[in-house]
């Protein structure tokens, strides 16, 4: 039963099939057998459609298929059935499902003593592929080598050699029954039995031995001679026409264990499977399927979803095969080998991406999909399922993973890398001496035509003979190389992780897209591209609709050849289909025979698609590019910009194009162009055309014509430089980005550290973008501003600052790096400008391409001084930024500054001018105008089509140069003299050439256009300037307009007679003025040849009207390359002419609902002049004509001239109707406006003057919003035609990519390779949308592009650690759309970081005079001037000076005094205190000895600030601290948050680590230099940024104790920014006190301090009066100290100097404490500065008065007056009021001052008063008088602490409370041992309670009010009968809460003398949870 009983009977299948059934329903136990009719299918061979009696089983179809997979990589799909045979003496080998074990095959046991090891024979030899490959093996005549393979060993193929008798043929017949072998290691012979042979080598079965499961594979040498594994054995019959519907997935049969799924897809368990034993499968056993004619597959409900497979499982089967040969390969899984894994899996669906459909809409290809065509009964389901099996899984089967044949990416010529086969994959065998291609001689010279063959899929085959005639393009070979992608790139295409393609299929969507391409495109990689990810996508769509038993079937390979030329079919024979059988090259020699055997007459396809359909190779392609316009076009995409411009010269200096030459000798008429021009010459005599103001058949003598003179015509537009707020928007974005740089941690830039800002401008290779730079430098006056040149010498010195990219930059670059290094304290800007140009790297070893500025850029902006230096930034800039943005970009992406978006109408709507660029462009064609600003010149196309075919070895730039220089000329004299020669001129040439000639005849002035055509070959160029000027002499045209070569390399040179033309113009010109720059040539009428190989960002004059692009062609297909040249005519144009246009191109959705005004209702139009502007657009133009910029001339002028424009509409032109049109200075009446609309240009075609675009979209699409214009004329409005954007004439390529908004996705040009320096990542990646920023531009190209290899960014690889790419910290990328208008950006840049760095070093202090000075109390007693210290004798005597004078209390009530009383009563006329006043403030230079905040950075204070690094953060320990505070009543716990480096100011419990106290000073300490005595407080709320607590050089870096006191809730963020400072944190009650709390708690804790200091010093023997007792109490705006003195004049009238001095906090500190007998002072301080301070102020050196902000505080003499901790404002006036109450003394230091800064944040300004329950966001504010309310009323409560609430109630109530005292200073408010402040407008007289305190004498003062607050038991009724009140004066009282309210009104029986009502009674309003504070008002009776 062993052999298949090929070639008998068909009815012999059907018995063994039954035979087969039989036997393994008695081996399997378990097993219902299988139907056998199911099993058995119709056999294809001779009935194709008829069911024949003989089916074959299912397991062999199953095998088949994988068979046929492996072997040919795909499936043959031919239109015969498919049959699934089953092998039938497999079944019980391979386990069913049930868990019975196999039955063993008894074997026999080896003799005694003979070797048992796998891989070796009985005798002990070595059989392995592996050890013998190389050996020479000798065997007998007809006998071969084949493969066994071993179930041991499944990595190894055994050799043996057997007779071939009993091999099968081809075709699976012919195979004698039984066995004859010899085996290859012992050389034993005549094994007739395959068992007998088996046991021989140990092959170790554990089922029947049998030839056809054993022996896999005949065995081949290959041409190096190595023996490798060839074409498996067919054994069955038919193979080579079968197949079946599931691709890769193996389905093995029902009744095997499927533990490993083997190459050839028997599935058994000991075969070299994809999965050990140990992962089962579970997979469909019996889901055959049929796909004969007659057939349906409806039955095959599970084709199972192959699954990814992980490379673990693989990992372990390649890794013999590794060691199996050479090739690199070998040991990789096919997932991720080089060579894609094989696309097998997966068939395209019929709805798949593309139809070729037309562009707009979404066209989708069409792939087949088996069900096409299969027809036919349903077939009934198996109901072959065993008992024990599970339902199927989907997904687990895995695929047997094939590799392609490698396509070679080598040398195309070369020999191919030996492959390593893989396991069950047959790789292509070495090439033999048929695979060779011999191309034709005079292939090119016959057919006209050098193929172009684009690599496809698998090997091409040598070429031999004439191989110049041909190319051989990779242009699409990576879209079928699948790349491997992290999982998180392929979620974002919308795949999932195993979509490949079949080889089928990319083969047919290779000719969808050529047949879609059509005759004029050539193929474009990125839209193929596009095109692949697509039909992934389907599939994954597909996958997942169809989870479940999915029924689509892969095309197969026999389906392949008619699907494929089904497609090619509707092509009109543009494409052809050409099929083989053994190799590609049979194909291709095909081609090239019939094209070189080809009549001319005869028409050639576009393509040839050549398919080999191999069976040992599977299906390879390639696509012969026959298009005699294609495979030009892709022959000359291959070069670059350099080899082709290499090309073009080589071609004119070898003389290639003599007969080109010769050719366009004649004119079209076909007359000798020489001679026609010299007869014209002679006719026209000496004279020439006018040159201006005439016609062109007036003539006047040369000298005449030279010595004209226009009128001149200023035009102040031109030179003025001016910033416009795009630019300055810009300029403050990079610099945030330099801030934000400096802010990072990175520590990479301190500009602290800087004072001076210098620069460079480095730019490529332009001798007029040089003196453009220079010129935009010098107006801009920024060398000035900087301070780097003075104002006389700026001019000269300007050029040290721009360095041109030549061979001397490296000198002039020295010497600026010497400058760098010289001066640290500068900040250098290195500028690279237009820095996409020329970025190869140093080492590129490409330097053969022989160009002088190779990699220059890379060795001056990344050198390594460059790179180190840390006082120099990079800033590079450029229009086509993205061959910096690859994935080893130097610049972070956070570096990049983009220019803003500009959404022309609202950003721009100030500015009279909008960018017209690129995207303006493309939307351009939308407009419907009759000459499009984007054109193509179809005509001219055409003609160089017939010269191109004339002409195929010429470089088609060459013939289009040729052929525009004749179109030119022939337009000159068809203009000017042969008027028969128009029609040989296209129309678009003699246009533009009548446009040019005529203008400067119109005027006076002479003015006309400026034409560029662009020849990027410098030979071409110097050719057509030449050929052009002599046309232009010989017809007397050369006064007329100028023709000049624009070359990079030199200077503008205009004829001597222009250059008075245009210095005429300017005026004020000196006489050596010459033009220097394209601006400078504006109005002059001539023609700029532009060359070079790049444009580089040269800006042109206003007077460019069109520009010539038809050279550039399809050798531009980069991004860059396109829009550079494009990018010429971007431009600045006036507002009102793209108005009109933009309206019509804004029609977004929300716009085209609003109505549109009619433009017949004349008064609806006169309104919307008036009023602003509404959405509504105005003027649909239906009558009359609509110019090119949408404005009905007729009708919108009409009405204009109904009213005559008001001024009113030219300070805000609101319509969008009219204003499009007005050119706003100029237009005064109708009739103006008028004629400026008809000389826009020729109407529209009236079929578009309906189109609603023009009106039914609004100007603005944010709603309504006025367009306000300047005010001003616009300057230089010279009619709105010369204000168009220039026109630009591309090639018919350059005008596919741009012009075609294709369904609105971007111009495909953005598709493009972004450069041609670098490389896409990978063939599958997202597109870039349209709407994409240039931000996620930028982050696209970081993804998916990468640098190549002579790319200057090459070198930067990531670090090997974390894999991070390096980014230079200090560079920065500016990018904006060309001419837009970086360069003034980065100028304006320079001058703001100069302006920042000059800011950060200085400060905004407060700058006021003293307030009160009037009425201050004069000091009787007389001090001598200059003491240093007070004498406290006469001191003492001094009275205390009441009133205060700090200038922050302006807005306080006064201090009564006695003085006061005098003061008359107007004197105050206060604003309304609600909206807070703005302080004067006045700049200062920081100097040494300030205090800073976070923001300083500098080597001094750095360890001051930081820690030494960032895990020490936990060095600072918490320490509680608690003592009892009698005024509190309770205990307070505060904590210390202590630094290490802080604790020796600390004393600690022995034991612990508990804080005992804080160690103080003793008085009796010797003075020290390096030490300041007392401890430093600064409470700080809200600043922890902004808080100056850094007083590092305040005080000269001496040991100091500072504490930093913040509320609890701030904590972390203070101790975040102040890591080394030592904290007091308040208790959390106190997170919403007022800053006397703080104060208050201070002061307790250093009293506390004191006493426990005092203690544990006594134990010491220290007195107790020796402890020092002060402490300083200081804000956290406190910046700078000064000394001041008076300087003696010696004429008295002459008011006497000040000079001050700035000094140290230290020293002002440690004169201070130096006081003599300083103990008996209780408060001392220093004045506040001002600008205003005279030598008057200082005649005291020291003054009794009030202190603020700064003091020092004596802790023991103060010990009984408190701070009151329930304030917020006014508490240290309050405090000073008491202190001097008590007959303390107080001691201002008046020769030294104190300045404060004008801090924006923090302290209470953050005091926001909101209700406590929000009822909707939008609240107005709540006023001051709403702060209080009547007891349990129903008022708005809020959330604010009620004393804040009260206080700020007083500040604005005094109105109301006490109507007396306003501006009564005669009779103030008494306020009893409080000072609150109650409105400017009242007077205070403070009174204390106290026993013995010192008051103010009021007897005979009769008060206005009184003012209770909080009062003690001091405060008594007999106290305050000794006051007299006026009539009707009033009361206030406050206390805590209604119950004390009460009482203390009974107990100062308050009733006797004051009358209250019920409705008197108030509280704030806060709920009762906030403790509201309760007051009562009453009038005196």
């Known amino acids: 039963m062993g052999n298949s009983y090929a070639g008998q009977l068909k009815s012999a299948r059907f018995e063994e099939a039954l035979h087969n059934s039989i036997e393994a329903s008695l081996r399997c136990s378990s097993v219902v057998p299988r139907p056998i009719f199911s099993q058995l299918y119709l056999d294809p061979d001779q009935h194709p459609f008829s069911s024949a009696d003989v089916k074959p089983n299912v397991e062999e179809l199953d095998k088949d298929l994988v068979h046929r997979c492996t072997q040919n990589g795909s499936l043959d799909f031919s239109n015969t059935l498919t049959v699934n045979e089953m092998e039938d003496d497999e079944d019980d080998e391979e386990m069913s499902d049930s868990n019975s074990p196999p039955i063993p095959y008894s074997q026999k046991p080896a003799p005694e003593g003979s070797c048992t090891t796998d891989g070796f024979c009985q005798a002990g030899k070595d059989l392995r592929l592996v050890s013998l490959c190389m050996e020479q093996i000798d065997i007998p005549a007809g006998f071969l080598l084949v493969g066994a393979k071993s179930p041991n060993l499944p990595e190894h193929i055994l050799v043996c050699a057997v007779d071939k008798r009993f091999l099968p043929d081809d075709h699976g017949k012919n195979a004698l029954l039984g066995f004859s072998g010899n085996c290859i290691g012992c050389g034993e012979r005549g094994f007739r039995y395959f068992t007998e042979f088996s046991n021989h080598i140990n092959l170790k079965l554990t089922t029947q031995p049998k030839k056809q499961k054993h022996l896999k594979y005949y065995l081949v040498r290959s041409s190096q001679g190595v023996l490798s594994k060839g074409p498996l054995i067919c054994w069955k019959e038919c193979r080579s026409r079968q197949s079946s519907a599931t691709c890769h997935s193996i389905k093995p049969n029902s009744s095997v264990s499927s533990t490993g799924t083997s190459e050839n897809g028997t599935t058994n368990g000991y075969k070299s499977g994809f999965i050990q034993t140990d992962s089962l499968i579970l997979s469909p056993a019996n889901s055959a399927i049929n796909l004969s004619g007659a057939q349906d597959l409806t039955r095959n409900k599970n084709v199972v979803k192959p699954l990814a497979l992980s490379l673990q499982v693989v990992g372990k089967t390649f890794a013999a095969d590794a060691a199996n040969g050479s090739s690199s390969h070998g040991g990789k899984n096919s997932a991720t080998s080089s060579t894609p894994a094989r696309p097998g899996n997966y068939s395209l669906s019929p709805r798949s991406s593309y139809a070729s459909g037309d562009q707009g809409q979404s066209s989708s290809f069409f792939l087949p999909s088996a069900t096409m065509f299969i027809s036919g009964p349903p077939k009934k389901r198996h109901r072959g399922w065993y008992p024990g099996s599970p339902v199927p899984q989907p997904g687990l089967v895995v695929p047997v993973p094939t590799v392609h044949p490698l396509s070679r990416t080598e040398s195309l010529l070369s020999a191919p890398a030996p492959q390593t086969p893989l396991t069950g994959i047959l790789q292509p065998r070495p090439i033999p001496a048929g695979e060779t291609v011999i191309v034709p001689e005079n292939l090119l010279s016959n057919s006209g035509i050098r193929p172009v063959i684009l690599i496809g899929y698998g090997t091409l085959p040598y070429f031999y003979g004439n191989v110049g005639d041909i190319v051989v ?36 969507l290779t000719i969808q897209y050529l047949v879609r391409l059509g005759p004029d ?29 999915a029924q689509w079937i892969p095309v197969s390979p026999g389906q392949l050849p008619w699907l494929a030329r089904l497609i090619a079919s509707v092509s009109q024979d543009l494409v052809h289909v050409i099929v083989t059988q053994n190799s590609l090259a049979e194909g291709i020699s095909e081609t090239l025979r019939t094209l070189s055997e080809m009549r001319h007459y005869q028409r050639l396809p576009d393509y040839v698609v050549a398919i080999c359909a191999s069976k040992i190779r599977g299906n390879e392609f390639c696509v012969v590019v026959l298009g005699q316009h294609q495979s030009r076009a892709l022959a000359e995409s291959m070069l670059t910009t350099s080899e082709f411009l290499k090309e073009i010269s080589y071609e004119l200096i070898t003389g290639k194009v003599s007969f080109l030459a010769s050719h366009f000798k004649t004119t079209s008429l076909g007359d000798d162009l020489d001679k026609l021009l010299e007869k014209m010459q002679q006719r026209r005599g000496d004279s020439v055309v006018t040159p201006f103001n005439g016609d062109l058949n007036e003539y006047v003598s040369p000298q005449e014509a030279a010595a004209m003179i226009p009128t001149q015509n200023l035009d102040l537009d031109n030179e003025t430089f001016q910033i416009y707020q795009p630019q300055l928007t810009v300029a403050r974005k990079l610099l945030s980005q330099v801030c934000a740089i400096a802010d990072s941690g990175s520590q990479s830039l301190d500009l602290g550290h800087f004072s001076k800002v210098d620069f460079i401008v480095i730019v490529p290779r332009s001798e007029v973008l040089v003196q453009q730079t220079l010129q935009r430098i010098r107006q801009s006056g920024v060398l000035v501003d900087l301070g780097l040149e003075e104002n006389g010498t700026a001019y000269q010195r300007a050029e040290k600052y721009v360095v041109r990219l030549d061979n001397e930059i490296q000198t002039k670059f020295d010497v600026f790096m010497r400058r760098v290094k010289q001066n ?28 002088p500025s190779h990699g220059l850029a890379d060795r001056v902006i990344n050198c390594r001084e460059v790179l180190e230096a840390f006082n120099l930034l990079v800033l590079q800039v450029s229009s086509f930024p993205y061959t910096l943005q690859t994935q080893q970009s130097r610049i972070s992406s956070s570096n990049e500054v983009h220019w803003i978006q500009l959404d022309g109408m609202e950003d721009m709507s100030c500015e009279e001018k909008l960018y017209f660029g690129l995207n303006e462009y493309s939307k351009s064609l939308q407009w419907g105008i009759t000459s499009p600003l984007l054109r193509c010149d179809e005509t001219f196309e055409k003609m160089v089509n017939t010269l191109l075919e004339r002409y195929p070895r010429l470089h088609s730039m060459v013939v289009r140069c040729y052929l525009l220089i004749q179109q030119y000329s022939e337009a000159l004299m068809a203009l000017t003299t042969m008027a028969s020669l128009r029609d040989h001129s296209t129309p678009e040439t003699l246009s533009i050439m009548d446009d040019l000639i005529s203008s400067p005849g119109k005027t006076k002035s002479g003015r006309g256009h400026m034409l560029i055509i662009r020849v990027p070959s410098v030979q071409l160029a110097m050719l057509a300037k030449e050929r052009l000027q002599e046309v232009r002499d010989r017809l007397g045209l050369q006064y007329r307009f100028e023709i000049i070569l624009g070359n990079p390399a030199s200077e503008v040179s205009v004829a001597t007679h222009f250059v008075a033309r245009l210095k005429t113009w300017r005026g004020n010109e000196p006489e050596e003025w010459i033009p220097r720059t394209y601006q400078d040539l504006e109005g002059l009428p001539c023609i700029v040849i532009l060359t070079g190989k790049d444009p580089l960002g040269e800006t042109f004059p206003r007077s460019l009207k069109y520009c010539d692009l038809r050279l550039i062609d399809s050798s531009y297909l980069t991004r860059t390359a396109l829009e550079q040249e494009v990018g010429l005519a971007c431009c600045y144009v006036s507002k009102e002419v793209i108005r009109g246009s933009t309206v019509a191109l804004d029609l977004s959705g929300k716009e085209q609902e609003r109505t549109t005004v009619s433009e017949n209702d004349s008064e609806e139009l006169l309104i919307d002049l008036e009023r602003p502007q509404s959405n509504s657009s105005a003027v649909t133009g239906t009558s009359g004509s609509i110019m090119e910029n949408g404005v009905s001339s007729s009708s919108a002028a009409d009405k204009s001239q109904q009213q005559p424009l008001t001024p009113s509409f030219q300070s805000s032109a609101n319509s969008v109707g009219l204003d499009e049109g007005v050119s706003t200075g100029t237009a005064g009446t109708g009739e103006t406006l008028k004629q400026e609309c008809d000389s826009l240009g020729p109407p529209m075609a009236s079929s578009t003057t309906s189109k609603p675009s023009l009106a039914s979209s609004s100007s603005s699409s944010s709603g309504p919003r006025a367009l306000p214009w300047p005010g001003g004329p616009v300057q230089g409005c010279r009619g709105l035609h010369a204000a168009l954007p220039p026109t630009v004439i591309l090639s018919k390529a350059a005008y596919s990519l741009l012009g075609s908004q294709r369904g609105g996705k971007l111009p495909s040009s953005s598709s493009l390779l972004p450069h041609a320096d670098v490389a896409w990542v990978s063939s599958l990646r997202p597109l870039l949308h349209k709407d994409m920023s240039s931000e996620e531009q930028s982050l696209y190209y970081r993804q998916w592009t990468s640098a190549r290899q002579h790319h200057a960014d090459y070198s930067n690889q990531p670090d090997p650690n974390s894999g991070a790419w390096a980014c230079h910290p200090r560079r920065l990328l500016l990018t904006g759309p060309p001419q837009v208008g970086k360069t003034g950006s980065y100028l304006q840049f320079l001058r703001i970081l100069f302006r920042m760095l000059i800011r950060l070093l200085e400060v905004d202090v407060y700058d006021e005079g003293y307030i009160n000075t009037d009425h201050s109390e004069s000091s009787e007693v007389s001090q001598s001037e200059g003491e240093p210290w007070p004498d406290i004798e006469s001191f003492s005597k001094i009275p205390f000076d009441i009133s205060v004078h700090d200038p922050k209390y302006s807005l306080m009530s006064l201090v009564y005094t006695e003085k006061l009383a005098g003061v008359k009563q107007e004197a105050r006329k206060e604003s309304k205190a609600e909206e807070p006043r703005k302080r004067a403030t006045v700049s200062m230079m920081l100097t040494r000895y300030a205090a800073y905040n976070t923001f300083h950075h500098c080597e001094q204070c750095h360890q001051y600030l930081d820690f030494p690094s960032a895990s020490q953060m936990s060095d600072s320990t918490l320490h509680a601290f608690t003592f009892s505070s009698s005024m509190l009543g309770e205990e307070v716990q505060l904590y210390f948050i202590i630094p290490k480096s802080k604790e020796s100011h600390f004393v600690f419990s022995k034991q612990g680590k508990h804080l005992e106290s804080m160690r103080l000073p003793l008085v009796s300490d010797k003075q020290n230099l390096n030490v300041v005595k007392s401890p430093i407080f600064t409470p700080s709320s809200g600043r922890h940024e902004h808080g100056l607590l850094n007083l590092f050089h305040a005080m000269e870096g001496i040991s100091h104790l500072h504490l930093l006191v913040v509320k609890e809730y701030e904590m972390p963020l203070y101790r975040k920014c102040w890591p080394n400072h030592i904290m007091l944190v308040l208790p959390g009650m106190f997170n919403n006190a007022g800053v006397g709390a703080a104060r208050f708690l201070i002061k307790e804790l250093s009293y506390h301090n004191l006493e426990l200091e005092r203690n544990r010093l006594e134990e010491l023997g220290v007195k107790r009066q020796c402890v020092w007792p002060f402490i300083v109490v200081m804000d956290d705006s406190c ?5 001041h003195s008076v300087q003696e004049q010696n004429s008295p009238p002459v008011e006497a100097g000040v000079s001050s001095k700035n000094v140290s906090l230290k020293s002002v500190l440690q004169h201070i404490e130096a006081t003599p007998k300083i103990v008996h002072y209780a408060i001392l301080g220093i004045q506040k500065w001002s600008s205003k301070l005279t030598s008057q102020s200082l005649k005291a050196p020291f003054s009794r008065c009030h202190v603020h902000d700064f003091i020092l505080l004596n802790i023991e003499l103060t010990q009984n007056v408190q701070y009151d901790f329930n304030r917020y404002f006014c508490e240290d006036v309050d405090f000073n009021l008491r202190t001097n109450s008590s007959g303390l003394l107080i001691c201002r230091f008046n020769n030294f001052s104190l300045m404060k800064k004008h801090v924006q944040v923090g302290g209470q300004r953050d005091f926001i008063i909101k209700p406590k329950i929000m009822v909707s966001e939008s609240l107005a504010p709540i006023l001051p008088l709403q702060y209080v309310c009547a007891p349990d009323s129903e008022h708005t409560l809020l959330a604010a602490p009620a004393q804040f609430l009260l206080e700020k109630f007083l500040q604005h109530a005094s109105f109301k409370l006490f109507p007396k005292a306003i501006c009564n200073y005669k009779s103030p408010v008494l306020a009893i041992d409080c000072y609150l402040n109650i409105g400017p407008e009242v007077a205070i007289c403070y009174i204390s309670s106290r026993p013995h305190s010192s008051n103010v004498k009021c007897e005979g003062v009769f008060f206005s009010g009184l003012l209770l607050y909080l009062c003690d038991s001091f405060v008594g009724a007999d106290l305050l009968k000794k006051f007299k009140f006026l009539k009707g004066a009033t009361l206030c009282v406050i206390c805590q809460d209604r119950s004390s309210l009460r009482q203390t009104i009974v107990r100062l029986e308050l009733e006797d003398e004051w009358q209250f009502r019920l409705r008197d009674e108030f509280q704030t309003a806060n709920s009762s949870d906030d403790k509201p504070l309760y007051f009562l008002t009453g009038r005196h009776v």
Request: charged content about 20%; proline content about 4%.
């Open 473 to 508: 393009s990779p242009l699409l070979v990576n879209c079928y190389k699948i790349p491997q992608l992290e999982n998180k790139d392929l979620e974002q295409l919308g795949l999932t992780g195993s979509q490949l393609l079949s080889v089928e299929n990319m083969i047919l």
């Open 521 to 549: 495109q050539i193929p474009l990689r990125e839209e193929f591209e596009q095109i692949m990810l697509k039909a992934m996508q389907e599939f994954t769509l597909r996958e997942r609709a169809l989870q479940m038993g």
């Open 824 to 851: 640290p304290y500068t900040l250098f800007v290195l500028v690279h400008d237009n820095c996409h140009v020329e970025l190869t790297s140093v080492i590129s070893g490409s330097l053969s391409h022989g160009e």
């Open 1679 to 1683: 910046v700078l100290w000064n000394i």
